[in-house]
């Protein structure tokens, strides 16, 4: 009767140890792999354990001992290809080091963002990779340095005094983004962008505008930029095209600062009936797949994950 009750909810180690006719703190050792248990024992506790199904709980024996091997990542969304991959590779690195890792999308919030982090503190996690809304000042990065958590800042942020940071000298690609263009004799040229107060888009938008006025000082650099919802932005280009209609105005080249503004740009340029090189370039930072199925394939900066 006992037997069956204890398999009608998870059983816990006591019921092993009553189970094996031993002591929880050796059911404990044999489950470490402590070697100076009777083997007669070891084995009566490996039997009960296969009996009442027992698993560890490996968050509270984390606690116990600790040791948390759990690692939170947060990104701003999973529907870009840089940032699955970046969670991918995260989870690889996690498991190879005997940590789990627990990733979430804030979706372009800071107050999600701080939210998942507070609920990630409160798991105990051992760390936390945190690609932020807008960069390494906002709430969330605050709330790691208040609360003492451990973490490692990645691509919308600078450098910072209280966590190692990772990101893609982006400044420096759109520099060679412009000094491409340039060449190519464009000299008047729409800068399109997602998050105004992202570091990174900042750091593209400048790189690109400074090394193409040093190149060609009488280049046109129009931009056109929005928070984080990509319909608004839908919107603004296609008003900005729009106001071109007779064609004697508009920009040569696009330079898309992240991969959703690329394909927003494309399906104006496919509404329009335009098709690129031919009646206008366009120029992406990230890269997808889809993006080389186009003909001609789109040009990108390719970020390393």
Known sequence: MAQQQAQQRR???????????VSAATVSKVLSGVTTVKPENAQRVLDAVELLGYRVDPLASDMRRAKRRIIGAIMPEFESEFFGQM????????????????????????QREKEILARMHDWRVAGVVLAPVRNEHGPAAGFMKANGMTGVLIDRVLADDAFDTVSADSAAAS?????????????????????????????RLE?????????APDIRVDVVLCESDVGPLRTLLRDYFSQREDGGDRPTAVYSLFLKGTLV????????GWH??????????????????????????????
């Open 87 to 110: 969670v991918s590779e995260l989870e690889g690195l996690a498991e190879q080091r005997g940590y789990t890792l627990v990733a979430a999308s804030s979706r372009e919030s800071e």
């Open 11 to 21: 059983a816990s180690i006591h019921d092993v140890a009553s189970q094996a006719g």
């Open 207 to 215: 790189g690109f505008r400074k090394t193409a006025l040093e190149l």
């Open 265 to 272: 740009a494309l399906s104006e340029f496919r509404r329009r």
């Open 175 to 203: 520099a060679e983004v412009a000094r491409a263009l340039v060449s190519q004799g464009h000299r008047h040229v729409l800068v399109v962008g997602l998050g105004q107060q992202a570091a990174t888009v900042r750091a």
């Open 276 to 305: 690129c090189p031919n009646d206008i370039s366009l120029v992406g930072f990230d890269d997808a797949e889809w993006m080389q199925v186009t003909w001609p394939a789109i040009a990108a900066v390719v970020q390393p994950v």
